[in-house]
C-alpha cells in the first residue's frame, strides 16, 4: 500500500485516524497503530511480514544483551545479523553475479532469486541505530518489546523513510497528545507531500522515463538534458514528498519527525549538498560510519578514506548496481577536491559554487537512473554532444515537451528553491493574517488533495522511487 494511492486516501487512513483519535487511552492506540502497520505492510509483502517481525524481535533481544555486561559481544551481533539480513536479501544475487563474472566459464557458482523486500534498507537501519545507542548509553532500552515494534514498523516511515531515531520519538511511543492544530498542520504537510509526488514527480517521471528507455545513439543532446533535468526534478520531489507525507501523518498522530530535505538544489558546495539532501541518511552515516571510523579526528589522509568509505556504502546502501557505487564514490571524489580546496568553492564565488554545485549532482543522477554504467556514460556524453548524431532525438524531445509539461517543469523549479515558502512566510507575517490565512491553506490543502485524487483516478501514478531501495 501506498500514500498516493485510492484505498490509503479513502479508506486505511482514515480509519485509522478516527480510531487512533477517539480511542484516549495510550495503550490501545499504539496497538491500533501497530495492528494498522502491520495491515500496511501486509497488503504489499505478504510473506515479508514474519521477516520485519523477525527482525524487531532479534533487536529487541539484542537491545537487552548490549544494556548488560557483555555489551561489545551483542553489538558485533547486532551488527552482524542487521548487516547480514541486508547482504542475504539486497545483495546477495549481486555478489553473486560480480564473482560469476571474474570466474572462469564452468565454474560459475549459483545466483540467488530473493525479492527485495520493501523498506528492509530503512527499517534495518533503524533497529540497528536503537540497538547501538542503547549500547552507547544514549537512550535507555525498551523493556517493551510492543513500544519498539511500533518505533521499527511504524506505516508512515516504514517503507521509505525518513530514517527515524529512536531517541526523536521515545517519549511519544510512550505518551502523546492528538491536537486539533498537530492534525491540521499535519494534514497540510501531507497534501503538500501529495501533491509533490502525483502532480510533479509523476509528470517528471513521464518525461524521464520515455527519454532513459531509448537507445542510447537516439538521444542527442537536447534529449540527453531534458532527460537529466526532468530526473533531477522527479527524485526531488518523489522523495520529498513522501518525506512531507510522512512528516505530516507523523504530526496527525502526535509524533514529531524530524526534516529530510532542506532545499538541496541552492547548495553551494556538495558538502552542503549532502547537509540538505536525504538528511536522515547522511546523519545515520555519519553518527553510526564515519564517527566510529575515526571522522576527521586523525589525520587528513584517514578523513578522505574514511568518506569515502561513507560514499562507498551510501552508494551501495541504495542499491546492488555499480550504477549506485559509481554514483556515491563520485560524490566522495568531489567532496574530497573541495577539502582540498582543488575546486574553488571556498572562494566566495556563489553564482559559480552553485552552477558547479547543480551541474555535478545533475550528472550523479543521471549516473544514478541508468540501467547500466554504459548507459550512463552515454547518456552523460550526450548532455555535452559527445554522440555521434548531437541532433538525436530532437522531434520526440520538443513533443514531450507539451504546455502542461512546460508549466510543471517552471513550478518544479520554482519549487524546489525556497522562493515560494519565503513568500508564504512573508504573507503569514502580514497584518491580520491570522484572521485569513488559515482558511486561504485550508482551500490550499483541499485544492491539492482533490487535483491528486483526480489525478490518480486516471492511474497516471508511479511507485515511489524510494520503494526498490
Not at 186 to 201: M, Q, W
Request: aromatic share 16%; glycine share 8%.
Amino acid at each position: 500500500m501506498v500514500f498516493s494511492s485510492v484505498i490509503f486516501l479513502c479508506i486505511f487512513f482514515p480509519i485509522v485516524f478516527i480510531l487512533h483519535t477517539i480511542l484516549p487511552n495510550g495503550r490501545v492506540r499504539n496497538a491500533i497503530l501497530i495492528l494498522a502497520s502491520i495491515l500496511f505492510y501486509a497488503f504489499g509483502e505478504p510473506v515479508y511480514v514474519i521477516l520485519l517481525l523477525v527482525s524487531v524481535l532479534l533487536n529487541y533481544l539484542l537491545g537487552l544483551g548490549v544494556s548488560g555486561k557483555s555489551g561489545k559481544l551483542f553489538l558485533f551481533c547486532a551488527v552482524t545479523v542487521n548487516i547480514g539480513l541486508l547482504i542475504v536479501f539486497k545483495y546477495a544475487g549481486f555478489i553473486a553475479a560480480s564473482i560469476n563474472n571474474v570466474l572462469p566459464a564452468g565454474t560459475q557458482i549459483p545466483v540467488p532469486k530473493l525479492s527485495l523486500p520493501i523498506g528492509i534498507s530503512f527499517y534495518t537501519f533503524q533497529a540497528l541505530s536503537y540497538v547501538v545507542d542503547v549500547y552507547r548509553k544514549q537512550v535507555k532500552v525498551q523493556k517493551n518489546p510492543l513500544r519498539l515494534l511500533l518505533y521499527i514498523s511504524f506505516f508512515p516511515q516504514l517503507i521509505a523513510g525518513p530514517i527515524v531515531k529512536y531517541h526523536d520519538i521515545e517519549n511519544e511511543i510512550r505518551d502523546r497528545k492528538v491536537t486539533v492544530d498537530g492534525a491540521w498542520r499535519g494534514l497540510t504537510r501531507f497534501s503538500v507531500g501529495l501533491g509533490k509526488k502525483v502532480l510533479i514527480a509523476n509528470t517528471m517521471a513521464f518525461a524521464a522515463d520515455k527519454l532513459f528507455a531509448l537507445e542510447t545513439s537516439q538521444v542527442g543532446v537536447l534529449a540527453a538534458w531534458i532527460a537529466a533535468v526532468a530526473y533531477l526534478m522527479q527524485i526531488y520531489f518523489d522523495f520529498s514528498g513522501y518525506s512531507d507525507m510522512a512528516i505530516g501523518l507523523g504530526l496527525m498522530f502526535g509524533f514529531h519527525f524530524q526534516e529530510n530535505f532542506n532545499y538541496p538544489y541552492i547548495s553551494g558546495s556538495i558538502r552542503e549538498f549532502w547537509r540538505r539532501w536525504h538528511i536522515s541518511l547522511s546523519t545515520w552515516f555519519r553518527d553510526y560510519l564515519y564517527i566510529p571510523l575515526g571522522g576527521n579526528r586523525k589525520g587528513k589522509a584517514r578523513t578522505i578514506f574514511n568518506k569515502f568509505v561513507v560514499f562507498f556504502c551510501t552508494g551501495f546502501w541504495h542499491g546492488a548496481n555499480w550504477t549506485f557505487l559509481v554514483w556515491g564514490l563520485f560524490h566522495g571524489f568531489l567532496e574530497m577536491l573541495e577539502e582540498k580546496k582543488w575546486i574553488p568553492v571556498h572562494w566566495g564565488f556563489k553564482i559559480f559554487n552553485h552552477i558547479y554545485t547543480l551541474l555535478m549532482v545533475t550528472i550523479g543522477f543521471v549516473m544514478f537512473r541508468a540501467d547500466t554504467l554504459r548507459q550512463g556514460i552515454a547518456m552523460i556524453g550526450s548532455m555535452f554532444g559527445v554522440c555521434a548524431n548531437p541532433s538525436a532525438g530532437y522531434a520526440g524531445a520538443i513533443a514531450l515537451m507539451s504546455p502542461y509539461m512546460i508549466c510543471i517543469f517552471v513550478c518544479a523549479i520554482i519549487g524546489a528553491t525556497p522562493l515560494a515558502a519565503n513568500c508564504v512566510k512573508k504573507i503569514k507575517s502580514g497584518k491580520h493574517a491570522d484572521a485569513w490565512f488559515p482558511f486561504l491553506e485550508m482551500l490550499f490543502a483541499v485544492a491539492v488533495l482533490g487535483l491528486a485524487l483526480m489525478s490518480l483516478a486516471s492511474d497516471s501514478y508511479n511507485p515511489f522511487i524510494y520503494f526498490r531501495f
